[in-house]
DNA sequence: TAATTATGATAGGTTTTGTCTATGAACATT
DNA sequence: AATGTTCATAGACAAAACCTATCATAATTA
């Protein structure tokens, strides 16, 4: 059976005229009359009851009719919906982010993107780069803005900023004499990091290790929030991206900042996403706006 | 767009792979990606997203696969709708007779149709000659009981009975000493008649004229039972139809009934359908019951 | 009653669509 | 690097839909 074949059905128990039925479908009569005739020969039933006055339905055929107006309901439903979404910039846009960039970044980028792409849906999680890669990978999420590199053969980034960190010091610390710092110049055993699972963990612990031999302290925290808390109040010191220097979250009187020298000292902020994503358009165009947003703060 | 399309779109959903999809499908991969890239490409929207590890459906392709369901459960409701129907012997058999058969024959009727033919859903409506020809051409009623040939050229009519006509009088009336009754016997002056419209009213009118030229009387009523009333109270004379004394209605004490010679003193009683009807078998069928019954009683 | 008109069915040929096999390209796994 | 898996592409072939021309039948009109 074929989807035509129901809106000739339709035609035809409209105009109860084969002709006129051929006119509305933009067809031959002769085809309209063949393919009935298939339809009633593939469901064993006579639908139409032809006069030369006027062509009726069967009791069957109200029936058949009918159910062919829900199906040809549905079928004119997937053709507004997907008229709608052939606009790449409409839709739902499902986008994650980690907890160490999504409180500097995203409330301005949620504002930027749903200036700029008006009919998109935006849908934002925040998680950890090991689920934000798995909800990437089953399809649950559109992209991702991660600050590591994509070891994942599925999945692609286009790089967005390269962020550098700083030191945070209680004020009173010996690293406010220092003017360039450099992670050797740290005292490790007072750093306070982010629990395992952080990827910035990870990455300032790699940093550290590589270039300083003195042993790290085991201090660990859920978020940057307790850490410059911590920091405040001269419980230690930490590194921090420069995000959240530059959103004002370093605010606080009893804080000292200062950058890394060390041109190692950045994180690359990337959005990562499906190789096999359609919507690139949608991606490119998101990171721009995004990596604009980084850029120009 | 096709159902078919359709289906190969829900396969590749469940199974989340071209291949066993179209195993399942019967019929090759390449098949089905072309046909799915012909989906896309009308819809112009990206439905599947393809990888090498599993075909998973885009947030529009859930929606539209959604809508696919419905449109297939339609479809499928179709199919095993008109697999039921296929047999002739089942479904609505909507038919009607007029009154003054419909009380001595209907019941009956119901009865045996009902035994032979189970899976038929029996509708019976009574109504004037003219009304039943209507709604048979309009086609609210697969056949009708009549006891007039068919005038319309769109009917056709399958004999069932030659019904003999009966005189009626109160037993003291003069008529009861007469054997073999003609209607140039009758006391036309004394007949109680139905209401226009009636057809045996009709029938009645034109064998008087016919063969008497006594002025009819203009007493009319609207039923049989009202004429077999007055006719019992001593009120008059009347014609009915044989069935009404075969059926018990002229079991009364007070009523004489005596049949008529002439060999015209009868009407035909027919099934009446619509030359188009596509259920020629089972009015055949239909018919050879009602016309059993008539005989046999 | 006969001619005319209207309607749906049928036939034969053309175009469009669907399907197959064979093969290719991209990626994942060994 | 080699192998295997997966979807896409190409070209040939088959099926289906469609069109024009024509027919048969019924309804209308002369």
Same mark, same amino acid.
């Given at each position: 059976?074929?989807?035509?074949?129901?809106?000739?059905?339709?035609?035809?128990?409209?105009?109860?005229?084969?002709?006129?039925?051929?006119?509305?479908?933009?067809?031959?009569?002769?085809?309209?009359?063949?393919?009935?005739?298939?339809?009633?020969?593939?469901?064993?039933?006579?639908?139409?009851?032809?006069?030369?006055?006027?062509?009726?339905?069967?009791?069957?055929?109200?029936?058949?009719?009918?159910?062919?107006?829900?199906?040809?309901?549905?079928?004119?439903?997937?053709?507004?919906?997907? +008229?709608?979404?052939?606009?790449?910039?409409?839709?739902?846009?499902?986008?994650?982010?980690?907890?160490?960039?999504?409180?500097?970044?995203?409330?301005?980028?949620?504002?930027?993107?749903?200036?700029?792409?008006?009919?998109?849906?935006?849908?934002?999680?925040?998680?950890?780069?090991?689920?934000?890669?798995?909800?990437?990978?089953?399809?649950?999420?559109?992209?991702?803005?991660?600050?590591?590199?994509?070891?994942?053969?599925?999945?692609?980034?286009?790089?967005?900023?390269?962020?550098?960190?700083?030191?945070?010091?209680?004020?009173?610390?010996?690293?406010?004499?220092?003017?360039?710092?450099?992670?050797?110049?740290?005292?490790?055993?007072?750093?306070?990091?982010?629990?395992?699972?952080?990827?910035?963990?990870?990455?300032?612990?790699?940093?550290?290790?590589?270039?300083?031999?003195?042993?790290?302290?085991?201090?660990?925290?859920?978020?940057?929030?307790?850490?410059?808390?911590?920091?405040? +109040?001269?419980?230690?010191?930490?590194?921090?991206?420069?995000?959240?220097?530059?959103?004002?979250?370093?605010?606080?009187?009893?804080?000292?900042?200062?950058?890394?020298?060390?041109?190692?000292?950045?994180?690359?902020?990337?959005?990562?996403?499906?190789?096999?994503?359609?919507?690139?358009?949608?991606?490119?165009?998101?990171?721009?706006?995004?990596?604009?947003?980084?850029?120009?703060?």
């Amino acid at each position: 059976m074929n989807i035509r074949d129901l809106v000739y059905l339709r035609a035809i128990a409209r105009h109860r005229h084969f002709g006129k039925a051929a006119e509305n479908c933009n067809v031959s009569q002769p085809t309209l009359s063949v393919q009935l005739q298939k339809l009633e020969a593939t469901l064993g039933v006579i639908l139409i009851e032809r006069t030369k006055r006027a062509a009726m339905l069967t009791p069957i055929g109200e029936k058949v009719l009918a159910l062919a107006e829900d199906a040809l309901g549905a079928v004119d439903a997937i053709h507004s919906i997907t +008229a709608d979404a052939s606009d790449p910039f409409s839709g739902q846009f499902r986008f994650g982010s980690i907890p160490t960039i999504s409180p500097f970044l995203v409330p301005k980028v949620l504002g930027v993107l749903g200036e700029k792409f008006p009919r998109l849906e935006l849908v934002f999680r925040e998680n950890i780069t090991e689920r934000l890669t798995e909800d990437l990978l089953n399809g649950d999420l559109d992209a991702a803005i991660l600050a590591t590199p994509t070891e994942t053969p599925r999945l692609m980034a286009i790089p967005l900023y390269e962020e550098p960190l700083m030191v945070i010091y209680p004020l009173g610390h010996d690293l406010a004499s220092l003017d360039d710092l450099d992670v050797s110049d740290l005292p490790l055993d007072q750093m306070i990091l982010l629990t395992e699972g952080h990827c910035f963990r990870d990455q300032t612990v790699d940093l550290c290790r590589l270039q300083s031999k003195m042993t790290l302290s085991e201090t660990s925290v859920t978020s940057l929030e307790t850490i410059i808390s911590l920091v405040a +109040a001269g419980q230690g010191i930490s590194i921090v991206p420069a995000l959240a220097h530059s959103s004002g979250w370093l605010d606080r009187p009893q804080i000292g900042v200062k950058p890394l020298r060390s041109k190692t000292a950045t994180r690359q902020l990337n959005l990562t996403f499906r190789k096999s994503s359609p919507r690139r358009a949608l991606l490119e165009a998101v990171a721009e706006q995004m990596a604009r947003v980084l850029r120009e703060g």
